[in-house]
DNA sequence: CTAGCTTCCTGATAGC
DNA sequence: TGCTATCAGGAAGCTA
């Protein structure tokens, strides 16, 4: 569920409370979050590392050290990374605790287990936790209608599912997807070889522009992250199509639709976002 | 190679 | 009330 705008988000409020903190002890209470390498070795490696900075990349979450290994998480549905005070209630699927210098801990809580953690030593290559594929950033100069058409224009995917292809641009799931195409006016049901580069042009200024409103309206602090433990991040009262079907369109009235596409619900305005 | 389907999971909710 | 079915949707892995 967090995209992009929020994995942000919780980059900007984590950073300052990680940064130059030194982890003391890792408790692993369920093995099967930690992807890479064997729990017992992420476990030795992490202890006593002392933390540089942290950064974003797609959806991803990276936590760099001093010794230049570095952390990698990715959320996935349901996943909660927080810093917490020691004594801060235990949630009940909490499956890694990192107690750090400052009576602080970083806590991951996941009900549904999907997220995972990579622990990487300097020398070792981001492919291991599929870096790599990642294609460019929503807000990297580079995104323009040429790069989209490029990468997707011969292709008969619906264009809602190229806006998910993580290896085309990075960061962008199911809400933002239904959004971005809502502001470009384009129906998911597309084909992305249907579309001419003034579609694309559009389409990439629209994902520039959702994800870039995703980040700025989603500011809190991080005392408002702790208190809702990193569950309620997400631009909900924001959105103007996604989980919105049968309310009104915002722009014309209309009432908005949902369709499941490739398995993924979406919700449209079928005036707006009619079919070329 | 591409694209779509299945799987991993639990909790919330709907329907009977 | 309590049971079961369905849905949520990121991305790896599989299949055609």
Same mark, same amino acid.
């Given at each position: 569920?967090p995209e ?16 130059n903190r030194?982890?003391e ?63 801060f ?14 009576e ?23 492919? !291991?936790?599929? @870096?790599?594929?990642? &294609?460019? *950033? ?6 323009? #209608? %040429? ?35 809502f ?52 631009? !909900?009262?924001? @959105?103007?199509?996604? &989980?919105? *079907? ?6 014309? #009235? %209309? ?22």
């Open positions: 569920m992009l705008p929020e994995i942000e988000t919780i980059k900007r409020i984590l950073e300052p409370q990680l940064k030194r982890i002890k890792v408790q692993i209470n369920n093995e099967q979050v930690i992807a890479y390498p064997d729990p017992n070795t992420f476990r030795k490696e992490l202890t006593h590392q002392v933390i540089k900075g942290m950064r974003r990349r797609g959806k991803y979450l990276i936590i760099n050290f001093v010794n230049n290994d570095r952390l990698i998480v990715h959320l996935r549905m349901t996943g909660q990374l927080l810093v917490t005070p020691t004594d209630k235990v949630e009940k699927h909490t499956h890694l605790i990192a107690d750090l210098s400052s602080k801990q970083i806590r991951y809580i996941d009900v549904r287990r999907f997220g995972r953690f990579w622990y990487l030593r300097k020398d070792e290559a981001d492919a !291991i936790a599929g @870096l790599d594929k990642l &294609g460019i *950033e929503p807000l990297s100069k580079n995104l323009n #209608g %040429q790069y989209l058409m490029k990468k997707a224009g011969k292709s008969r995917r619906y264009v809602k599912t190229m806006l998910h292809d993580q290896k085309i641009v990075a960061g962008i799931g199911n809400i933002y997807s239904d959004e971005i195409l502001k470009a006016r384009l129906n998911p049901q597309q084909r992305c070889n249907e579309l001419e580069l003034k579609d694309w042009d559009n389409l990439a200024q629209a994902i520039q522009f959702i994800i870039k409103w995703g980040i700025d309206t989603n500011k809190m602090t991080a005392s408002e992250y702790l208190k809702t433990e990193g569950k309620d991040y997400r631009n !909900i009262p924001n @959105l103007k199509v996604y &989980g919105r *079907e049968g309310e009104k369109c915002f722009h014309c #009235g %209309q009432i908005i639709k949902r369709v499941v596409i490739n398995g993924r619900s979406s919700c449209y305005c079928p005036s707006c976002q009619s079919l070329k």
